[in-house]
């Protein structure tokens, strides 16, 4: 289903609400198929929070928004896909080691997709989540090198 939307359905981003209605459609479903992912979630986004100046948001195209001040980490939709944006070469290797997959929407970018199905991909999205996290803060730091 959602895949179908985000292919045919892309002008309706554009409708105001659409995006959050559909993502709220998303979890329900979640809900209803897959309570434990709900529960992955949940601990994603406490894990998070708990790195210092993060915080959540809404995602202008639904979901939760992850940050670190004013710098996007990613973002989670209600099916349990998350989205990330790395370098081209980071994101090369991490797709060598984990089931990684272009982003949805923007291919051959920085951006990759992962969808969250078990408690070792929870695992995973928080390890892509803080890889992000640790380069914004190395970053910031003046390091130019990107996290191992």
Known sequence: M?????KYGSPLKQVLGFSHVFDALLKIDTFIRNRKLLDYLDEIEQE???WQGTSIGIHKYGG???NNGDK???HVHGNGLL???LSRNRKSELMQLYHLNDHHVFKNSGWVSFLIKTEEDKQIAILLLKNVYDHYNQCDSNVSRLPA
């Open 2 to 6: 959602f895949n179908t939307v985000v």
């Open 48 to 50: 998070v929070l708990s």
């Open 64 to 66: 939760v928004q992850f």
């Open 72 to 74: 996007e980490l990613g």
């Open 83 to 85: 989205d990330v944006l």
